[in-house]
């Protein structure tokens, strides 16, 4: 099994390119089912959780055609099975995505229950009881959502509590095809739902308020191909600005949307670095030996990204100073810790908080990625750390992140992956 093994010291400096949005890209592919004719989506990142996704369209009869290096072409005309098989949804959740474009498209589909996974318990009951308000009929058999309704589904309002980002993704798919009009009130805000709903109105859908807690959109009867390109990945982006707070250096991230990412941009300022920014490119200078310790506490859109939560648990465990880092969307998404109190750092996980006692360097250690976003906090540790680190089960960083080594090399940083 591969590892990265990383010798850490080297600051960052130079220019990289983000990659495509990983979840942005799984919802737009999962569009794909809503379309009677091909979907050409750009800008895909090479990615093992994309690569899940086509298989899941694949097994279902999509065709899926590789136009060039970033760009698919995906073709429902010959779907031949509804089922989303449970080998495939266990290694990735957002196969439920697919539920809401089969049933509005199909009028039924059969989606295995993803069960629980790292970062918390995960359910998808809010997907489901959508679905049902909008006249499906839903059971669960054998480990599978059965879901089935006669004739179109139908306009609806519903209200998620808590806001939910792919459940809201999942009805703006539905709705799109339904019967009349569908109100989506405490609507998901992150940027990648307005992603998908451009994607799904190039397509032919008539959404409006993406990007606000309250989405209405007005059923069509077809929806057709289009070309869409996927917006930059604004996690991947703030990972590797906060990887540049931690080792010191000067990085411009090209390709980047930094609008969508302003909450992680302010606390990158407020622990010491310097940063400038366009429209498509932004850019960090840190001079300081070491950041600023800084508190946080996640939500949902426009507040601090969960999925930057670990990054900045590496940032704060070499910090000048103490702080607080409060987990307010998972129950469970302080893996990460462990690994980082091999390398020495201080953290107490009170609850959902993490207390974090800075220290002036950690020491490189072999230490295990456990999931997607706790692994890249582990390469961010491993990148200022005394010495080597080597992380094993990479599988999971490979779900999320495009190239992270080749990326990273080219900024300076000794990493190299080994088996
Ligand atoms: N929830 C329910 N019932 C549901 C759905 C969600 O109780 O039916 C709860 C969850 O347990 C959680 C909260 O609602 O406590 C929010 O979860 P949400 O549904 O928003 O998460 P998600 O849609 O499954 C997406 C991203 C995650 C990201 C979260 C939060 C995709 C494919 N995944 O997950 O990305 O952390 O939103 O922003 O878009 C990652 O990229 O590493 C990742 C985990």
Redo the contacts with the bound molecule.
């Keep these: 099994m591969d590892k990265l093994l990383i010798r850490g010291g080297a600051p960052l400096n130079g220019e990289i390119y983000a990659s495509g949005a ?2 942005s890209a ?2 737009i592919l999962a569009a794909s089912l809503l379309a009677d004719s091909p979907l050409k989506v750009g800008n895909l990142p090479h990615l093992n ?1 994309v690569t899940t996704m086509l298989e899941l369209l694949g097994s279902m009869g999509v065709e899926v055609m590789l136009s060039d290096e970033m760009e698919v072409q995906v073709d429902t005309s010959n779907i031949q099975n509804l089922n989303a098989r449970y080998e495939l949804v266990k290694t990735m ?2 196969s ?2 697919v539920l809401g474009p089969l049933l509005a498209r199909f009028q039924q589909a059969s989606v295995a229950l993803p069960g629980g996974c790292a ?11 959508a679905m049902q308000a909008m006249g499906a009929e839903v059971s669960i058999v054998e480990g599978n959502i059965k879901a089935k309704v006669d004739g179109r589904l139908k306009g609806a309002k519903i209200i998620f509590e ?8 999942n009805v703006i798919m539905a709705a799109s095809l339904a019967e009349g009009v569908t109100t989506i009130e405490n609507a ?1 805000r ?1 940027p ?1 739902v307005i992603d998908l709903a451009n994607c799904l109105i190039q397509m032919g859908a008539n959404i409006k308020g993406a990007g606000t807690d309250i989405i209405t959109i007005e059923g069509v009867d077809r929806l057709e191909g289009a070309t869409f390109s996927v917006m930059p990945d604004r ?1 991947e982006v703030g990972t590797y600005l906060t990887a540049v707070a931690m080792t010191g250096g000067l990085v411009k991230i090209k390709s980047a949307k930094p609008k969508y990412l302003s909450s992680v941009i302010l606390k990158l300022e407020d622990c010491g670095a310097i940063i400038n920014q366009g429209e498509d490119w932004v850019e960090i200078k840190m001079d300081a030996s070491r950041p600023q310790a800084i508190s946080l506490t996640t939500g ?2 426009p507040s601090f ?3 930057m939560q670990a990054q900045f648990v590496s940032l704060n465990s070499i910090a000048k100073g103490n702080s607080t880092v409060t987990e307010t ?3 469970n998404r302080f893996m990460h810790v462990q690994e980082i109190a091999r390398m020495g750092g201080n953290i107490a996980l009170k609850g959902n908080t993490a207390v974090i006692e800075g220290i002036n360097k950690l020491k490189g250690a072999p230490v295990m990625a456990t ?3 706790a692994s890249a906090s582990l390469v961010l540790a491993g990148l200022v750390a005394e010495g080597d680190t080597t992380i094993d089960r990479i599988y999971h960083i490979d ?2 992140y495009e190239r992270i080594e080749e990326k990273l090399k080219i900024l300076g940083a000794d990493i190299e992956r080994i088996s």
């Design positions: 990983k979840n799984l919802p959780d959740r957002a439920i995505l970062i918390g318990s995960r359910p998808v009951n809010l997907h489901i009881e808590p806001v939910s980002v792919t459940g809201t993704e998901a992150e990648e996690v949902p859109y990204p969960t999925d969307v998972f129950e999931d997607l976003r779900r999320g």
